[in-house]
C-alpha cells in the first residue's frame, strides 16, 4: 500500500539547534515533494518544493533534501527559533494529479 | 501570492442537511483541492479539479460531491450530512509544479 511518513513522534529541540524532521514514502514515484508549515486552526503554508532530479534546496534557514533511491526527503531548520514551533507536512506529487500529505512531525523549540 | 478564501470558518448544521462550502481563488490557476483534517489521520483529500468541469475523486469521495462551474470557484458539496463529516475542510488552489496555497479552513460540526 501507498504510505507517506513522518517523524513518529513529537520533537522538541533547544533554541539555536538544527531540527531535522523526516518525510518517508512507500509505493510512490514522486515527480516533485513540498514541505508546508501548519499553525493550530490554520490552514498549511508552502514553504519548499524539491523536485526528484535534485538533491537538495536552500531557502534562508531552511533546507530540504531529497533521495529517490532511498525514497527519503529531509526537512533542516537551522538555528531554530521559538517562532518556528508548528507542524510541518510533507507532501508529493504521484503520477496523475493526485497530491498527498503525511500526517505531520509537531516541532517545538525550547527558548 | 495567491489568495485562496473560504466562505466560513465555522459552520454547524444538522444531520441530514445539504451543505455546500465554497472555496475562491484569485488567480487563474488550474489547480484546485478539498481536503480535510482529522487528528491522527492528517489531511485526506476529498475531490480535486484541474479544470472548469473537470473533477476527479481522491481517497474519501464518499458523501461528497464538487461544482466547478468557473475557474476561481470550487464548492464541495455533502448531499445529506452526517456526524462523521464533522472534520476541518481545507481548500488549496495552485499551479502544477509550484506550492499549493491553503485557505483558512471551515470546521465543520455536524450534530
Known amino acids: 500500500s501507498q504510505k507517506i511518513e513522518q517523524n513518529s513522534e513529537a520533537l522538541n529541540i533547544q533554541e539555536g539547534k538544527t531540527a531535522t524532521l523526516t518525510c518517508n514514502y512507500t509505493?510512490?514515484?514522486?515527480?516533485?515533494l513540498q514541505w508546508y508549515r501548519q499553525d493550530p486552526g490554520r490552514g498549511p503554508v508552502f514553504l519548499l518544493l524539491i523536485r526528484e532530479n535534485e538533491k537538495e534546496k536552500r531557502k534562508e534557514r531552511l533546507k530540504v533534501t531529497f533521495d529517490t533511491t532511498l525514497k527519503q526527503s529531509l526537512f533542516h531548520i537551522t538555528a531554530s527559533q521559538p517562532a518556528d514551533s508548528a507542524t510541518y507536512l510533507c507532501a508529493l506529487k504521484n503520477t496523475g494529479n493526485q497530491f498527498y500529505f503525511g500526517t505531520g512531525t509537531s516541532l517545538t523549540v525550547i527558548p | 501570492d495567491v489568495k485562496v478564501t473560504q466562505s466560513s470558518r465555522y459552520l454547524v448544521k444538522r444531520t441530514g442537511e445539504k451543505v455546500f462550502l465554497e472555496c475562491v481563488q484569485d488567480m487563474d490557476h488550474e489547480n484546485m483541492f478539498w481536503y480535510r483534517q482529522d487528528p491522527g489521520l492528517g489531511l485526506r483529500l476529498i475531490y480535486f479539479?484541474?479544470?472548469?468541469?473537470?473533477?476527479e475523486k481522491g481517497d474519501i469521495p464518499e458523501g461528497y460531491s464538487v461544482s466547478r462551474e468557473k475557474k476561481e470557484r470550487f464548492s464541495l458539496i455533502l448531499e445529506s450530512a452526517s456526524t462523521n463529516q464533522t472534520s476541518m475542510y481545507l481548500c488549496a488552489g495552485g499551479l502544477e509544479g509550484y506550492g499549493y496555497t491553503f485557505g483558512s479552513g471551515t470546521r465543520l460540526t455536524v450534530v
Open positions: 509505493n510512490y514515484s514522486p515527480a516533485y
Open positions: 479539479s484541474y479544470d472548469v468541469k473537470m473533477k
